[in-house]
């Protein structure tokens, strides 16, 4: 069996789909050993609903990585979706000690920015510096080692509904395992899918999931918003059983054979065998029939998209496109609308700087699990410790916590 302390495991909690990456760190990377998957059963819009059934799936999927990968799983880093989340830019200054800016003083100007009020009902997730300012030059991503008086500091924070974040938590330890940190879901999709020159430029990143859709927008190399919508993948296969009277598990099956994102981009208007409820006999429906009905919620998907980016004030800032990720992505004709609704270029979002089983997870719907393992990778080059924090934790928790922190210090 592989040492589990050398193995990074990617923790996607979907709303259709559980989905366990297992990777080793590679100098350009990750190299994926192992890949479960399992139909997610507990979920709704990105948020846990049941817990029993939720770690039934986790379990499942966990056994099947574990399988593959001929591995024991403790550790993961876990995604977190929902319309709960909220993404906001925040801005700090202090003073210079020595005219040298040192640790302590980016320590203290993120303090600073990080100094706002947050409800007691919300948890800090990320706070992601964007940039820093050393008296008015702006545009420096390391300030270390730089002379100046004045030190400001640009970043971004992220909050979760404390109650959301602690669900995922309990259904992970319910499984046996440890959560080494809780990630935002359309950063980790960046991760393993954006370059860095589309981030430099200015890139937005649509992650469209079963149950949400998650946007992201990078300029000048740094993340400037992220939100969640909760639309997916799963209200367009809900419009199909309803319109064409159909089990929901028949019309995902449809939408996924069948379906194009508009009857624009149709090539032959084939006719389809439609499965009935209630033991009637299959109708045979016209595939246009099929594609006006979807053609509705995939616009509202993506126009709620580019208000969310209009909204933020950044429509001019991407000038990179639009990438399109998540398990809902690969419907056909899907880029092809999404570019005329940006009206920007519009390309397919799949997980690189990746090696090992690269073509078992080429596809969409894995980019949040390696975006995960990949973020857990760059955590463990940084060396910093775990930053999520349940904020009611108990005493005992927090003191044992700490310890560990020490004791991980120490060795490195």
């Known amino acids: 069996m592989s040492r589990k302390e050398d193995l990074i495991v990617g923790l996607d909690i979907g709303t259709t789909k559980i989905c366990v990456i297992v990777a080793t760190r590679t100098e350009n990377g990750i190299d994926v050993v192992g890949v479960g998957t399992h139909p997610s059963r507990g979920l709704r819009k990105g948020v846990v609903v049941d817990i029993d059934a939720t770690v039934d799936s986790i379990k499942h999927a966990v056994e099947e990585a574990e399988l593959m990968a001929d591995c024991e799983i403790t550790s993961v880093y876990a995604g977190i979706a929902g319309g709960h989340i909220r993404g906001f830019n925040s801005h700090g200054v202090v003073a210079v000690k020595d005219r040298e800016v040192k640790d302590g003083d980016v320590k203290r100007v993120i303090d600073a920015a990080k100094a706002v009020a947050i409800p007691m009902d919300r948890e800090v997730i990320h706070v992601i510096p964007q940039e820093f300012i050393i008296d008015d030059q702006d545009g420096i991503r ?134 009935s409820v209630g033991g009637r006999r299959p109708r045979q429906v016209s595939r246009k029939i099929l594609c006006e009905i979807i053609e509705p919620r995939v616009e509202e998907i993506l126009s709620l998209a580019r208000q969310e980016v209009e909204k933020a004030g950044l429509e001019d800032r991407i000038p990179s496109g639009v990438a399109l990720t998540g398990g809902c992505s690969a419907l056909a004709g899907l880029p092809e609308f999404a570019e005329e609704v940006f009206e920007a270029p519009v390309r397919p979002g799949l997980p690189t700087h990746v090696g090992g089983l690269q073509d078992v997870v080429r596809g969409p719907m894995y980019a949040t699990g390696v975006g995960l393992a990949l973020f857990g990778a760059a955590q463990g080059r940084t060396r910093s410790a775990t930053r999520f924090r349940i904020r009611d934790d108990s005493i005992f928790g927090r003191v044992k916590q700490r310890m560990r922190d020490w004791f991980y210090e120490d060795l490195n």
């Open 142 to 275: 390391e300030p270390l080692g730089m002379s100046g008086v004045r030190l400001e500091a640009k970043i971004h924070i992220v909050t979760a509904a404390v109650t959301s974040a602690q669900n995922i938590v309990k259904c992970a330890n319910k499984a046996g395992l440890n959560v080494m940190d809780i990630v935002l879901e359309p950063l980790a999709s960046a991760e393993a899918t954006l370059a860095d020159d589309e981030r430099d430029l200015g890139v937005c990143l649509i992650d469209i999931g079963g149950g949400t859709t998650d946007v992201a927008v990078f300029a000048e190399g740094s993340i400037k918003h992220t939100s969640v919508l909760g639309l997916g993948g799963y209200h367009i296969s809900n419009d199909i059983a309803v319109g064409l009277r159909t089990p929901f598990e028949e019309a995902e099956r449809i939408k996924k054979k069948f379906g194009v994102a508009s009857a624009r981009f149709l090539g032959s208007d084939d006719v389809i065998s439609v499965p």
